[in-house]
T-cell receptor, first 112, second 114 residues
């Protein structure tokens, strides 16, 4: 099973850059890495997705090394509203089927 | 609102009762996923559909759980003979079938079994 491992929690301060790393040693060759943000009592919200190297959008960057066994979500200049749980998602592909696998997530707390 | 919707948002039931949850995906999305999430854990995959076909159901938690998507649009998740351990958030997500599999989630249905 494509298992992911993330730090359970992180603390930061407003205006700092935050980097959250996820390991996914068994990622399938054709699988993408997707990161989600989740606030309490809400469904996860898509942040960013990538396959290799670096991807950047208006809210985050995603760094994926050549071996693709890990990925790092980078949040520039966090604010209090970035306090949330962050999940990386990879999938297991078997016989044409796709099983998405979330880790336990990283609880990020941003302090004033 | 053109996002994924779920109904009801909250459900309280007594042990042994059956419950059914509904999910309406984003209209052009042909894949629909169901997850369960308990406190402090990430979403746990249950099953998914492509159009009306249920492509993966081996992760449904027991034979008390079943899901349907009869016309390839909305989907229902039913739990029969509920148990207290079924108390959780049930999430639905949808996606366009493509390599990237970007899923968009609904707000979830929170189930409490007394």
């Amino acid at each position: 099973l494509a298992k992911t491992t993330q730090p359970i929690s992180m603390d930061s301060y407003e205006g700092q850059e935050v980097n959250i790393t996820c390991s996914h040693n068994n990622i399938a060759t054709n699988d993408y890495i997707t990161w989600y943000q989740q606030f309490p009592s809400q469904g996860p919200r898509f942040i960013i997705q990538g396959y290799k190297t670096k991807v950047t959008n208006e809210v985050a960057s995603l760094f994926i090394p050549a071996d693709r066994k890990s990925s790092t979500l980078s949040l520039p200049r966090v604010s209090l509203s970035d306090t949330a749980v962050y999940y990386c998602l990879v999938g297991e592909r078997s016989g044409g089927s796709y099983i998405p696998t979330f880790g336990r997530g990283t609880s990020l707390i941003v302090h004033p | 609102d053109t996002g994924v919707s779920q109904d009801p948002r909250h459900k309280i039931t007594k042990r042994g009762q059956n419950v059914t949850f509904r999910c309406d995906p984003i209209s052009e999305h042909n894949r629909l996923y169901w997850y369960r999430q308990t406190l402090g854990q990430g979403p746990e995959f249950l099953t998914y559909f492509q159009n009306e076909a249920q492509l993966e159901k081996s992760r449904l938690l027991s034979d008390r759980f079943s899901a349907e998507r009869p016309k390839g649009s909305f989907s229902t998740l039913e739990i029969q003979r509920t148990e207290q351990g079924d108390s959780a958030m049930y999430l639905c997500a949808s996606s366009l079938h493509r390599d990237q599999e970007t899923q968009y989630f609904g707000p979830g249905t929170r189930l409490l079994v007394l």
